[in-house]
Nanobody
Framework: QVQLVESGGGLVQPGGSLRLSCAGS????????IGWFRQAPGKEREGVSC????????????YYAESAEGRFSISRDNAKDTVYLEVNSLKPEDTAVYYC??????????????????WGQGAQVAVSS
């Protein structure tokens, strides 16, 4: 079973940046599609970005939701069993709890929430002046 731990959240001013980390516990994160989702108070959890496994035909392809396109960047460090989400040009509406999740690599780069079997505990990101 994959255990995921997010870190790197915090309070940042509008226009600022953060790097969120999603660390695995078994050295096998590379065999999964990893997605980042977020949930703001009173709203549904929404997909932000994902990266497919670098093993197999998808070869580490990435996908961004419209809200993240051009501002967020997802990447892997397989040696550290970690996936990162760089979040730039932050806006107050980016305030949310950010979760990483793992899905079977067979799904490729997907943000369909019910494809994800394993979830981290979340990291709070607050954007405020």
């Amino acid at each position: 079973q994959v255990q995921l731990v997010e870190s790197g959240g915090g309070l940042v001013q509008p226009g600022g940046s953060l790097r969120l980390s999603c660390a695995g516990s078994t050295g096998t994160l590379n065999f999964y599609t990893i997605g980042w989702f977020r949930q703001a108070p009173g709203k549904e959890r929404e997909g932000v970005s994902c990266i497919s496994s670098s093993e197999g035909s998808s070869e580490g392809s990435t996908y961004y939701a419209e809200s993240a396109e051009g501002r967020f960047s997802i990447s892997r460090d397989n040696a550290k069993d970690t996936v990162y989400l760089e979040v730039n040009s932050l806006k107050p509406e980016d305030t949310a709890v950010y979760y990483c999740a793992a899905a079977s690599r067979g799904w490729g780069a997907t943000l369909v929430r019910d494809k994800y079997n394993y979830w981290g505990q979340g990291a709070q990101v607050a954007v405020s002046s």
